[in-house]
């Protein structure tokens, strides 16, 4: 199982990114697809969460409204769209295949151990 994050970087405040993640070794149909983001000195936190078969999804609190995530099981590639960044945004974001078919256990099957992850990208943003 590969996951390969891309499409972070440095942004200003009010903008928008596109991170994608580029997958192998799997069936989109087996695993919840997921993001994550750990700041510095804290937790790592789960986003959001998509089962790419029912097309059902999780929004943590502070993803709701500003990001959405979305899966081409056929190109083997989920993505998750931020608009309006905030500096509190400024994180390594982790794409991940979780061993869950119900999203609303995504995080929990996360953070039990039961996930790949892809390495991380840096997201930085300024104000």
């Known amino acids: 199982v590969q996951l390969v994050e891309s499409g972070g970087g440095l942004v200003q405040a009010g903008t928008s990114l596109r991170l994608s993640c580029g997958t192998s070794?799997?069936?989109?149909?087996?695993?919840?697809l997921g993001w994550f983001r750990q700041a510095p000195g804290k937790e790592r936190e789960a986003l959001s969460c998509?089962?790419?078969?029912?097309?059902?999804?999780f929004y943590a609190d502070s993803a709701k409204g500003r990001f959405t995530i979305s899966s081409d099981p056929f190109k083997k590639t989920f993505s998750l769209q931020m608009n309006n960044l905030k500096p509190d945004d400024t994180a390594v974001y982790y794409c991940?295949?979780?061993?869950?078919?119900?999203?609303?256990?995504?995080?929990?099957?996360?953070?039990?151990?039961?996930?790949?992850w892809g390495r991380g990208i840096q997201v930085t943003v300024s104000s």
């Open positions: 998509i089962n790419t078969s029912e097309q059902s999804t």
């Open positions: 070794g799997f069936s989109f149909n087996d695993y919840a």
């Open positions: 991940a295949a979780v061993g869950v078919i119900h999203v609303a256990a995504c995080a929990q099957k996360a953070a039990a151990g039961d996930v790949y």
